[in-house]
């Protein structure tokens, strides 16, 4: 081997060596700066999980995939947080709507047993007779309100046995208002019936529908004043509205709310338009209610068969 064959090998392996040092040395940073994010990711997720704060994983390094990591952490920190936030607002929702529940079936029952003492040492025939009408006006509210409640637990039963069939809302609309003639009556209620002359049928069971109507003219019985107007339209449609003066606009926005009842109602537990509501979504429908001058209206739409 020549001496200048020599000298170029000799360059040629320095040249290598020199490459495969710089290359160490660089894998060898960069090995330092990724163990650095994530000592930095490991210890902003441990203040982050321990702490309640929206704080998010940040870097100084500029390492792609550590980047990478750190922005796919916090999408899952960001899902996490929400996930919490409902959890946590349902549980204090479901804390509140027990004590408001508790308090509605407690009400008349104390009053039930007040009237049953005063009756027992009562010896006026005439004061019994109006405690003991008293105690059964209560009882009928107790009973109004636990109904109620099993009600909703079934409506939200997915295992529950429904019969589909064929129902007529021309029909179950007519049925209903007939069944509330009496409380109409007493409110001095005159109610606007308005149906299409050909048969408008949706495909659900027909004791759901009439829950639906029960509660929703229940309502308007409840919170309306004197006209009551209820339109069937052919494409399924449904609009019940009637003057109010107890309403507020924070009132109908939460008005399909568990347990949302409104101020200074007694003996309610406030889940009737959600059972309504619950069972229309059921079968594929939707519901909304609106205030507008002072009318209270509530819309809603099962498809039609035909």
Not at 125 to 154: C, G, H, M, N
Request: hydrophobic fraction near 40%.
């Amino acid at each position: 081997m020549t001496e200048a064959t020599t000298n170029l090998t000799i360059t040629v392996l320095s040249a290598v060596i020199t490459a495969l040092v710089i290359a160490l040395a660089v894998m060898s940073i960069k090995l330092y700066l990724m163990k650095k994010d994530a000592r930095s990711i490991d210890e902003c997720l441990d203040d982050i999980l321990k702490g309640d704060t929206n704080a998010l994983i940040t870097l100084s390094g500029s390492d792609k995939d550590m980047r990478t990591l750190a922005v796919a952490l916090n999408t899952h920190l960001a899902v996490i947080r929400r996930k919490q936030l409902t959890y946590n607002n349902g549980d204090a929702e479901l804390k509140n709507a027990m004590t408001n529940v508790a308090h509605d079936l407690r009400t008349p029952l104390t009053a039930i047993c007040g009237y049953l003492d005063l009756i027992s040492t009562e010896k006026d025939a005439a004061k019994i007779r109006s405690y003991a009408d008293i105690a059964k006006e209560r009882a009928s509210a107790l009973k109004a309100l636990t109904d109620e409640l099993f009600r909703y637990s079934v409506s939200l039963d997915k295992n529950r046995s429904i019969l589909l069939q064929e129902v007529c809302l021309n029909s179950v609309i007519s049925e209903r208002v007939l069944d509330f003639y009496d409380e109409l009556t007493e409110k001095g209620i005159s109610p606007v019936i308005e149906l299409p002359d050909k048969n408008v049928n949706t495909i659900a069971d027909k004791r759901d529908v009439s829950r639906i109507f029960d509660n929703l003219i229940s309502n308007a019985v409840k919170y309306g004043e004197k006209n009551l107007k209820i339109k069937l339209d052919e494409d399924g449609s449904v609009t019940i509205s009637n003057s109010t003066s107890k309403l507020t606009h924070l009132d109908v926005e939460k008005m399909f709310d568990r347990f949302y009842t409104v101020k200074n109602y007694n003996y309610s537990t406030g889940l009737g338009l959600s059972i309504a509501k619950s069972l229309v979504e059921q079968y594929g429908g939707s519901i909304s209610a609106s205030l507008e001058n002072g009318v209270f209206s509530i819309t809603l739409n099962l498809a039609k068969t035909r």
